[in-house]
């Protein structure tokens, strides 16, 4: 489960940026599409925390619906699996929204 590792990181970077002396909350943009699932992250978040000044903090996900644009038809389209293909049937695409990840928001006392 990569999950692990990337929460890991993403209380890394906060203690590692925020100079405070508690951080009390986080608020993620995960896209479908970034091969990260959220559920997941939301599992391992209290447990990287612990012992941490992110211990007891909430977390946010936010999950933005992914957009992809054809390059082929000029079709704007809503992917739903990590292969993206337009109704034409090209995979010469653009994916505009859904790679995301990234901290977008820390609460901090």
């Known amino acids: ?10 209380v890394d970077t906060i203690s590692e940026r925020i100079d405070a002396e508690r951080i009390t909350g986080v608020r993620l943009e995960i896209g479908p599409l970034s091969g990260v699932l959220a ?10 925390c612990a012992g941490t000044r992110l211990e007891g903090a909430w977390l946010e996900i936010v999950e933005p619906k992914a957009r992809a644009q054809c390059r082929a038809c000029g079709c704007e389209f809503e992917p739903n699996r990590p292969v993206v293909l337009c109704g034409c ?7 505009l929204v859904g790679r995301e990840l990234r901290i977008t928001a820390v609460e901090v006392v």
């Open 39 to 48: 559920d997941a992250v939301r599992f391992c978040f209290d447990v990287v």
């Open 1 to 10: 489960m990569h999950e692990l590792s990337i929460t890991q990181s993403v």
């Open 89 to 95: 049937g090209s995979a010469d695409v653009t994916v």
